[in-house]
């Protein structure tokens, strides 16, 4: 996403909005496995709630993922 840099004098510079990326490790008890991954602060809440066992699923399902 882009958007400006307004400074108090109103001027505006071009700029970028980066999403908030984290690199995080993730144990597989199925597999029994570690896998590292870059995940969005939003993509850990959604792995916290539904398990990463059901995420690597659906993503795998939905042509994300391939294993």
């Given at each position: 996403?882009?958007g400006?840099n307004?400074?108090?004098?109103?001027?505006?510079?071009?700029?970028?909005?980066?999403?908030?990326?984290q690199k995080?490790?993730?144990?597989?008890?199925?597999?029994?496995?570690w896998?590292?991954?870059?995940?969005?602060?939003?993509?850990l809440?959604?792995i916290?709630?539904?398990g990463?066992?059901?995420?690597?699923?659906?993503?795998?399902e939905n042509?994300?993922?391939?294993?």
């Amino acid at each position: 996403m882009s958007g400006n840099n307004v400074s108090h004098a109103h001027n505006k510079t071009k700029r970028r909005f980066y999403p908030n990326l984290q690199k995080k490790r993730f144990y597989i008890p199925e597999t029994g496995e570690w896998i590292t991954l870059k995940v969005s602060t939003a993509g850990l809440r959604t792995i916290n709630k539904n398990g990463i066992t059901s995420v690597l699923k659906k993503a795998q399902e939905n042509g994300y993922v391939v294993l």
